[in-house]
């Protein structure tokens, strides 16, 4: 089992900075993906960015202005986004998939990581 904890969330106006983190409880030093989705109120869940120890991957919309890392010392996952716009506005969330040494498929697959966190909001206003 890993348990995913997201922080860093909140409100920022357009064209502002926020840095999420994901703390994993998994210290067993196993390497697989791990990325962010996003929900938005009312939409799908959308892929945002996945990182392994292959390669990073992002959404369109996203590039240029969101950065995904992984600092394996202390089992934490961030996403630096910078620039950002209202329709960010979405709860963020954390996700792992064990099964992934280099996923290769697309950002959308993301939503489909078998483990995930609880969220954390991100608001952007203009």
């Known amino acids: 089992q890993v348990q995913l904890v997201e922080s860093g969330g909140g409100s920022v106006q357009a064209g502002g900075s926020l840095r999420l983190s994901c703390a994993s409880s998994d210290y067993t030093g196993d390497s697989y993906a791990m990325g962010w989705f996003r929900q938005a109120p009312g939409k799908e869940r959308e892929g945002v960015a996945v990182i392994d120890d292959c390669s990073t991957n992002y959404r369109d919309s996203v590039k240029d202005r969101f950065t995904v890392s992984k600092d394996k010392a202390s089992n934490t996952l961030y996403l630096q986004m910078n620039n950002l716009k209202p329709e960010d506005t979405a709860m963020y969330y954390c996700?792992?998939?064990?099964?992934?040494?280099?996923?290769?498929?697309?950002?959308?697959?993301?939503?489909?990581?078998?483990?995930r966190g609880q969220g954390t909001q991100v608001t952007v206003s203009v």
């Open positions: 996700a792992a998939a064990r099964e992934y040494d280099c996923y290769e498929g697309p950002i959308s697959g993301v939503v489909h990581f078998g483990y």
